[in-house]
Nanobody, 123 residues
Framework: QVQLVESGGGLVQAGGSLRLSCAAS????????MGWFRQAPGKEREFVAG????????YYADDVKGRFTISRDNAENTGYLQMNSLKPADTAVYYC????????????????WGQGTQVTVSS
């Protein structure tokens, strides 16, 4: 079992940047692939970015490709999402998640989820 805690959300103006962090408990973070999802009010939870256990592979939703970068530091049991050129449409609660099987894009593949951190982008 793993616990995930997101941080780094907040209010930012359009065009600005934020870096989200996902701190995992224990010393076994490296055995999990991880991802970031987001959910805006009244919307379905959607995939944002994913990264493999060793960080050899990364995946991005079309809407964030070229603007967001997912990374991880297994030695520190921490994942990151660097968000640049933020748009009001990026406003959502962002969730970190971990999986040991399945596919990066599917929320149902992820066994563990953080509590979420709010990102609000003003125009």
């Amino acid at each position: 079992q793993v616990q995930l805690v997101e941080s780094g959300g907040g209010l930012v103006q359009a065009g600005g940047s934020l870096r989200l962090s996902c701190a995992a408990s224990g010393r076994t973070f490296s055995i999990y692939a991880m991802g970031w999802f987001r959910q805006a009010p009244g919307k379905e939870r959607e995939f944002v970015a994913g990264i493999s256990r060793s960080a050899s592979s990364t995946y991005y939703a079309d809407d964030v490709k070229g603007r967001f970068t997912i990374s991880r530091d297994n030695a520190e049991n921490t994942g990151y999402l660097q968000m640049n050129s933020l748009k009001p449409a990026d406003t959502a609660v962002y969730y970190c998640a971990a999986r040991s099987s399945g596919v990066a894009y599917s929320p149902s593949s992820y066994k563990y989820w953080g509590q979420g951190t709010q990102v609000t982008v003003s125009s």
